[in-house]
Each structure stands twice: as structure tokens, then as C-alpha cells.
């Protein structure tokens, strides 16, 4: 059986998936019932690095960088082509009835935020790793990174990963229109309005020369409705222009992402509004025009302006305590981005980021956030040396995943959600390499770095990686940080193991051969014994079932010689929560926690027949 066929079969089968989606490295189950999950049975699935239940019945596999892959093979399994996706009306049905806490709101806010933003990983992590290789060119000097006057072929290369980071509003107003159910083009449509030459002419200048010959020219601003005025102490320009009377403030879109994620949760109340308003028949014209038409306005003259007074007011505040309290900043942002990660709560900070490298042209974030990086790393190869050690095959191959994916992909969630949550004696060890490579960042910072630009920074948005380090500037301060964090966490994980000495003796007597443990008494009552002749009679009868075994602890495997004599109906009403068909003549019975004594009572009802 593949790796997505014991997959699916292992979350309680086609039936009980109600929609799936992945990130960069994990599958996103959404179940009808996540409570007939096991576990440890999916964490012992070839190429699964672990698995994160969560609340809502919603349940994370862990596969690394292959999850696409991955993905594409489930939904091609012949099981899953049968399953009848959920209409919207049961969707609104089903989240309505589930309770996700007294926080709910939260939860859906911050998970707005990931879904905006994680679709985007794989090209952000591609335009960082371009933008690192012209920091290498740069360190040994085959041209200036930061020259305003370099050769085309050099411009070319900054516009291979600069695009990314331009165009990133029209990329999140897609995938948050998206997320709130509304025409993801139409979202793009809008925030691209605002990026057009077009748009950006209305604050342009123009020359023109003082008389024919002289090579003297005026500078003036292109519109008279435009008017600029300059900031003496920051050495900026802003410009209005008066657009039907009204004064619209010019601002540069490119690289913003505040924007785009305020404009579309107020477009998914429009364009809500307007499917109410128009029938069926005409939605799809004047549902986008009535949309476009108040939407492209109300950005360009409100939501842009608070997007962005909102993220440099923020950004402000963050760059007063890098610039006043540098240590207290490079210890605060690696000891919190550990808690603020697997709750999907730190795509605020790297929103940030963004508007930092967008406003400043730098950013101070990314240096501290690469010290937790690094602990995180450290404290993943030890446990692959204790792996190592111990001849722990499905450990070493999880967490040799996990390096790689960190190591040069600066993605942290696999080992993370693979290993360090599993074992609660990592975390603790992990905070020491955060905190002692954030005082080193912090004190290196505090004594050679000088001027109104504290501490390490950066020009563009990286993936905090092996790969990235030249992109990070002092980079002698930043690479000497990142290597005390990976090297602290390392040692105080070996010194002290990963796991208690119960999780030890436990993996010890898993390890061990199956014929050495004792064998297992399992009693079988009336009411096991009745349930299993009804499920029997219902595959087919005492016949039709070759083989009867019990697997993980909530499900019955049964092979039958002739698939459609099962009559899943009846095995339902017989009591049976789902019976799953995972391949030809396999059946999974998902049975409860008395599995065992199920497949006991139909073994002896077919005894004649089971080999």
C-alpha cells in the first residue's frame, strides 16, 4: 500500500475527509471526525514525519518537502475520486456546530493570516535564495549589491527576485480574497489597480528644458492636482492629489501586505452584499463591476493610507526598541517566535518584515529571528545523533527530514511539529541556544554596530538558512549568533536526551522483536460477539472474508474475496461508525477502542474460513 493510501486510511478513510489542503510541509485534514484518528499509527507510516491533532476535528500530517507530491497522489487514489465533497450550506453547517473555543475569532483571524501568506512560501523562499546568491557575488566582489548604477545584466538579476517582493500585494489580496470565499482574481484586480504606471504617473514629475538647445531643464510635478510636501527631518517626500475634489494620498504599493489583507476583508462584506442584491443570472457581470467600482476607490483613498500608517506605526515602535534597547530586542524575538510559530502566530511579525525592507529599506527582524532558527536546528541534530546512537531508524529519518528542510530551506515547522512538540524535554534545552544567541547578537550589536541602524540587518526577505547568512549585514556578527544558538541547543539536548526515561523504555520495548512480548488475552463479551456476526453477515457472510486483523486500536482490517457483496449500509446500521474501502478486496472497520475484541469475535465466527 502507497504512503497516501495508508494515509487516508489511517485518518478514518475517503468518508471522513471533509476537505484537505498543505502548506510548505504539511497535510491540512479537515474530519468529520477526528476523534477515530490514531496517532501513532499515522506517525508510523513510511514518509510521514508526524502528526498534530487539533481542535475543530482538524488533524496535520507532517510530511517535509515532498507534501506536494504528496498531496497530488491522494487525490489521485481511486477511493478519494468516489468521496462526495461537503456542499457550502454543510460546511456553514458543521463549522457553526463545532465550538473552537471561547476564542474562536482569534483563531479564524490569525489562520486568515497564514492562509494569505503560506501558499506564497515556495516563491518567497525561491526569490531568497536568488537574492543570496547576489549577496555571495557581492562578498567577493564580482559586482556592488547595493549600487544604484550597475551593468543590465546585474539589473537583470535583481529583477528575478525583486518581482516577488513588488507584486506580493496582488499575491496575498489573491489568496485572502480566496480564504474569505470571495473571487480570488477580483481581490488581485483591485490591489493591482494601485500598482499600475497609471496610478504612480499621478505623483510623477517632468522636465522639461528651460530653451531648445540649452541642456538646462525645470523639474515640475506632471499634474497640477498634485501637490508634495517634504519631511525635513526624515528626508522624505509625500504627495496628495485632488481627484474629483477629494485629496488622495500617493503611496508606493509595491512590497506592502497590511494593505491587500484590510482590503479584502471589507471586499467579502461588498462582494457579499452584492450576491445578495443581484440574481443568479447576472452575478457574474456586476457583481465584479459594483465591487471594482466602490472597492478600487475606498483602497486607494482609505484602507491604503491605514494599511500603511498602521504597519509604520508598528514598525516604528519595534525599530524605537532595536534602536534604544538593542539586547532586550535580539533576546525578546528568538525566546517568543518559538511559542509564536506552531500557533501560526507569527505572520504578523513577518508582515513586518516586509514593510520594514519596503519603508526603511532594511530590515532588523530577521537577524534575532534567525538565532531561534538555529537553536531550533541544533536542538533537531542532536536528536539525530541520539538517533544515530540508538539504531532509532524512524527517528533518524524524521529528523535527518527535518534538518535538511531547515538547515537550507530555513523552514522550521518539521522539526517543530515532528519532533519538538512530541517530546517536552527539547523545548526548555531549545530556549537556552534562543537565549544565549540572542545575548550574543545583542552585546556584538550593541558594541560594533553604530548610527541610527542598530543591531543586524537585511535588505530583502530571507529564509534564515545555511544559504541565506551573506544576505544578513554585520555578517561576521550574525553567522558567529546563529552558530552559538545551533551549538548551545545542540549540546544541552545531547548532554541531557530528548526524551524521559519513561519515553525511553517505552521506544526500547518497541523496538524489541514482536515473537518477545508476551501474549495478549483478549475477552470477548455478548455484545462483541453479536455486533461481530451482524458485520460479518453484512461482508458478505463467513465466505466472503478471508482474513480478519486488528490494527492501530480504533480499526478492524478485513480482506473479502468479492468487494461488492459488502453492504456498507448494513454494516453502519449494525453499529459500525465507517467502513472504508483503502484497495480492492481491503476493507478498514472503524470499530472504537474495542477493536481487538471485534476482529477476536469475527475471527471465531469465521474460523472455518480464515486461513
Not at 467600482?293 to 494599511?307: K, N, R
Not at 455478548?526 to 466472503?544: C, P, Y
Not at 482490517?557 to 468479492?562: I, K, L, S, W
Not at 477502542?593 to 476482529?599: C, F, G, V
Request: net charge negative; hydrophobic share 50%; aromatic share 10%.
Amino acid at each position: 500500500m502507497s504512503t497516501a493510501s495508508e494515509i487516508v486510511a489511517a485518518v478514518g478513510g475517503p468518508e471522513n475527509i471533509q476537505s484537505l489542503t498543505h502548506c510548505a510541509t504539511r497535510l491540512r485534514f479537515e474530519l468529520v471526525d477526528g476523534s477515530v484518528v490514531d496517532t501513532a499509527t499515522v506517525e508510523s507510516i513510511n514518509g510521514v514525519m508526524g502528526a498534530v491533532p487539533q481542535s475543530g476535528d482538524r488533524y496535520q500530517v507532517i510530511i517535509g518537502g515532498a507534501v506536494d507530491t504528496v498531496f497530488n497522489e491522494i487525490n489521485s487514489l481511486p477511493e478519494m475520486s468516489s468521496r462526495k465533497p461537503m456542499s457550502d450550506a454543510d460546511v456553514k453547517a458543521a463549522a457553526r456546530s463545532k465550538a473552537r473555543g471561547k476564542v474562536a475569532w482569534l483563531d479564524n483571524f490569525f489562520e486568515y493570516l497564514s492562509d494569505s501568506f503560506r501558499p506564497l512560501l515556495g516563491v518567497l523562499l525561491g526569490a531568497s535564495l536568488i537574492l543570496a546568491f547576489a549577496a555571495v557575488l557581492d562578498a567577493f566582489g564580482v559586482f556592488d549589491f547595493q549600487s544604484e548604477t550597475k551593468a543590465a545584466q546585474w539589473v537583470f538579476l535583481d529583477a528575478m527576485w525583486r518581482g516577488v517582493f513588488y507584486f506580493l500585494p496582488i499575491a496575498v489580496a489573491y489568496n485572502a480574497s480566496k480564504k474569505l470565499d470571495v473571487d480570488p482574481w477580483l481581490g488581485a484586480v483591485i490591489m493591482g489597480a494601485l500598482m499600475t504606471p497609471n496610478f504612480i504617473s499621478l505623483g510623477s514629475k517632468a522636465y522639461t528644458e528651460t530653451s531648445e538647445g540649452s541642456g538646462l531643464f525645470t523639474e515640475a510635478l506632471k499634474f497640477a492636482e498634485t501637490t508634495c510636501v517634504k519631511n525635513p527631518t526624515l528626508g522624505t517626500e509625500s504627495c496628495t492629489v485632488n481627484i474629483f475634489g477629494l485629496p488622495l494620498q500617493l503611496n508606493d504599493y509595491g512590497g506592502q501586505v497590511f494593505v491587500p489583507l484590510i482590503m479584502a476583508a471589507v471586499l467579502a462584506l461588498v462582494y457579499r452584499f452584492w450576491k445578495r442584491i443581484f440574481p443568479e443570472n447576472v452575478q457574474m457581470v456586476f457583481v465584479p463591476f459594483c465591487s471594482m467600482v466602490i472597492m478600487i476607490p475606498l483602497t486607494a483613498f482609505l484602507l491604503g493610507p491605514i494599511g500603511i500608517w498602521a504597519g509604520s506605526g508598528i514598525g516604528d515602535g519595534l525599530s524605537w526598541l532595536n534602536g534604544h534597547a538593542p539586547i532586550v530586542f535580539a533576546i525578546l524575538i528568538p525566546m517568543i517566535y518559538p511559542f509564536l510559530v506552531p500557533l501560526g502566530l507569527h505572520w504578523p511579525l513577518n508582515a513586518l518584515m516586509l514593510l520594514n525592507i519596503d519603508n526603511l529599506g532594511y530590515d532588523f527582524i530577521q537577524g534575532p529571528m534567525g538565532v531561534w532558527n538555529f537553536a531550533c536546528f541544533g536542538a533537531t541534530a542532536a536528536v539525530l545523533v541520539l538517533a544515530f546512537r540508538d539504531k532509532d531508524a524512524t527517528m533518524k529519518q524524521t529528523a535527518s527530514g527535518a534538518l535538511i528542510a531547515g538547515l537550507f530551506g530555513g523552514i522550521s515547522e518539521p522539526s517543530l511539529y515532528g519532533i519538538h512538540l512530541r517530546f517536552k524535554r527539547i523545548y526548555p534545552r531549545m530556549l537556552i541556544g534562543c537565549f544565549v544567541g540572542g545575548v550574543t547578537i545583542g552585546l556584538l550589536s550593541t558594541f560594533f554596530t553604530e548610527g541610527d541602524v542598530r543591531g543586524v540587518t537585511t535588505g530583502a526577505f530571507a529564509f534564515t538558512s545555511l544559504l541565506t547568512i551573506p544576505v544578513f549585514s554585520p555578517m561576521w556578527i550574525y553567522a558567529i549568533s546563529v552558530v552559538v544558538s545551533f551549538t548551545v541547543a545542540l549540546f544541552a539536548v545531547l548532554i541531557s536526551d530528548y526524551r524521559t526515561p519513561e519515553e525511553k523504555a517505552a521506544a526500547r520495548r518497541a523496538a524489541e522483536p514482536a515473537e518477545a512480548a508476551e501474549p495478549r488475552v483478549i475477552v470477548v463479551g455478548d455484545v462483541e460477539t453479536n455486533q461481530a456476526k451482524q458485520w460479518v453477515t453484512a461482508l458478505g457472510g463467513e465466505g466472503n472474508v478471508r482474513s480478519i486483523e486488528a490494527i492501530a486500536e480504533t480499526r478492524v482490517r478485513v480482506e473479502v474475496a468479492d468487494d461488492s457483496k459488502v453492504d456498507v449500509d448494513a454494516l453502519k446500521r449494525a453499529g459500525l461508525a465507517a467502513a472504508v474501502k483503502v484497495g480492492d478486496g481491503v476493507w478498514h472497520l472503524v470499530a472504537g477502542l474495542e477493536a481487538a475484541q471485534y476482529a477476536e469475535g469475527m475471527r471465531r465466527r469465521v474460523a472455518s474460513s480464515v486461513s
